[in-house]
């Protein structure tokens, strides 16, 4: 069987596959060795519980679950897990870590085989992880007189950017306090002054925009604007 302790993560996130398989007798099993998709593309490999020692360390600082068992040896170069002999009843696990670094759903898959194995319809299994965007978005907002006579006019600059580390879709920016004043002026027909609501859409990963909106103040006070972006 192949598991992986979290179907859905972010990009950039760690992930652990656990490999398992078992001899489900009547005889021992010789020359078992395990091939296939173990860690596909957009899966950077880490680290795996059969070749490096520092696994459990790393893999206490990465992750929560507690990892079962031990195996022989895998060459994450090729995905080729070498099991050797395996008696009835007796089942041997490998556990990796790895990076999810590209978008998608990604499967990981595994076929093991032994000489005279009496049942081999049961020799493949698979599973799914799906690597969803995450997206850093931060505002800035600032205006160009802080002390004005009723009457004058203010801009307000919205300034909002991408900061990764993956591309951002339906981005918009709410205002719902600057529609209290007379609206005057948008840098961007995107902007509704009605509503408060500037739509972005699409921001790649790194990209800023910028809009302005001038508003009449007709009231005397303090006025306080706070925006959102989501």
């Given at each position: 069987t192949v598991t992986v302790n979290k179907a859905e993560v972010l990009i950039g996130e760690v992930v652990e596959y656990v490999i398992t398989v078992i001899n489900n007798g009547p005889y021992a099993a010789t020359n078992v060795v395990v091939n296939g998709n173990i860690l596909p593309e957009g899966l950077t490999y880490i680290s795996d519980n059969l070749t490096d020692d520092q696994y459990s360390e790393q893999r206490a600082n990465l992750l929560s679950s507690i990892l079962r068992g031990d195996a022989p040896s895998y060459d994450q170069s090729t995905g080729?897990?070498?099991?050797?002999?395996?008696?009835?009843?007796?089942?041997?696990?490998?556990?990796?870590l790895a990076k999810a670094e590209v978008l998608g759903k990604h499967t990981i898959s595994e076929t093991v085989t032994a000489d005279d194995d009496s049942d081999p319809s049961n020799n493949d299994d698979s599973t799914v992880v799906n690597v969803i965007a995450i997206s850093d978005l931060s505002l800035d907002k600032t205006v160009d007189k802080t002390e004005i006579k009723v009457g004058d006019t203010v801009t307000y600059t919205f300034t909002v950017t991408n900061n990764g580390p993956s591309d951002a879709t339906g981005v918009k920016v709410t205002d719902k306090n600057i529609i209290n004043h007379e609206f005057v002026s948008a840098s961007s027909a995107d902007y509704d002054p009605s509503t408060?609501?500037?739509?972005?859409?699409?921001?790649?990963?790194?990209?800023?925009?910028?809009?302005?909106?001038?508003?009449?103040?007709?009231e005397a006070?303090?006025?306080?604007?706070?925006?959102?972006?989501s």
């Open positions: 080729t897990w070498t099991i050797g002999d395996l008696d009835v009843g007796e089942s041997v696990q490998l556990a990796i408060g609501v500037w739509t972005i859409g699409d921001l790649a990963n790194g990209e800023s925009v910028t809009l302005t909106v001038t508003v009449r103040i007709n006070g303090t006025s306080t604007n706070t925006a959102v972006v």
